[in-house]
């Protein structure tokens, strides 16, 4: 079957523009189609052939990795995942998805640099009708988030249990951790507490700018760690300044800054999660928005489980669920894929798999 590499740059453009996506990603896609447009004829065959079609001005990896795929008679893999959400009311699936989650795999509280005690966090939880929320603050490394000691987290531990004793039937404070993805991929807590807690969550917080051998590296270390559970906002951006009233690592007195992904190989790092059952978090931070669909596409592909989690700070923040909702019904993320759809017991039993 010929397929025309032009027609399909558009269709793809076509698609992000009615998906609303980011406007700099569908002018990538008219940008290439209109400089192979102008091409004389023969020469666009003559550059898949050479591997020269990077050297045109306005066509990058992503456009030439379509035209080559389209000028082999394949639908490009970018618009097989476009058109597998196309058609979808994605609000209803978005409602659907949240609809379906039972709890937060990511919060924190004052006992790290979250804003609110752990029982007003709780509460506020109990009433968006989650039947869990797991405590996730940070670990010692993290200062700056006020990381907490192998025996704070003890304290923790304890404090937590006699909460649950007292809360609603039908909820319950899980443990967590937030636990930092040391510079040589080891997790920066006692390997005793981390088997404790019910669910460890693992994010890098420093050296994002590792490069991407040693990023990559350092990201597969944690995923093949068996206390690991979910992979935190993997590629630890930020698209735009930080709610006001929020601080957070890092962050201080840097309001208005963004931060572009760190580099690793994602496909190695999904293919590890998806080998070793890792869940890849949907971070729904409006600030984060982390990972971007396109990868959340390419874990999809590779088979990963999600945790749509809200890395709440405040209990407020526990309602912004909706907007990683949002971000996994655009890439058609399945409720089935997703752990926090899950009751506590099947979660906990996952957990400790
Ligand atoms: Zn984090
Ligand atoms: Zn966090």
Known sequence: MTRDPIADLRRIAFLLERANEATHRVRAFRTAANTLA?????????????????????????????????LAGEEPVYLRRLLATEGVDLDAEATALRTALRGDCHTHSDWSDGGSPIEEMALAAVELGHEYLVLTDHSPRLKVARGLTASRLRQQLDHVAQLNAA????????????????????????????ARLDVVVGSVHSGLGDDRAKMTRRMLTAIANPHLDILGHCTGRMVSSRPAGVTGPGDRGH??????????????????????????????????????????????????????????????????????????????????????TWTADDLLTWAHR
């Open 38 to 70: 102008a091409l004389p004829s023969g020469e666009l065959a003559e550059r898949v052939r050479d591997r020269t079609l990077r050297e045109l001005a306005g066509v990058g990896d992503v456009t030439a990795r379509c035209v080559v795929e389209s």
């Open 167 to 194: 809360l609603p039937e039908g909820f319950r404070i899980l443990t967590g951790i937030e636990v930092d993805i040391l510079a040589d991929g080891s997790l920066d807590q006692e390997e005793e507490l981390l």
């Open 255 to 340: 309001r208005a800054r963004t931060r572009a992904e760190s580099d690793f190989d994602a496909d190695a790092v999904f293919a590890a999660c998806a080998a070793h059952d890792t869940a890849v978090e949907i971070n729904s931070r409006p600030e984060r928005q982390d990972p971007p669909k396109r990868l959340i596409r390419r874990a999809l592909e590779a088979g990963c489980r999600f945790a749509i989690n809200t890395d709440a700070h405040a209990p407020g923040q526990l309602d912004w669920q909706r907007f990683g909702c949002e971000r996994a019904a655009r890439c058609g993320v399945p409720a089935d894929r997703v752990i926090n």
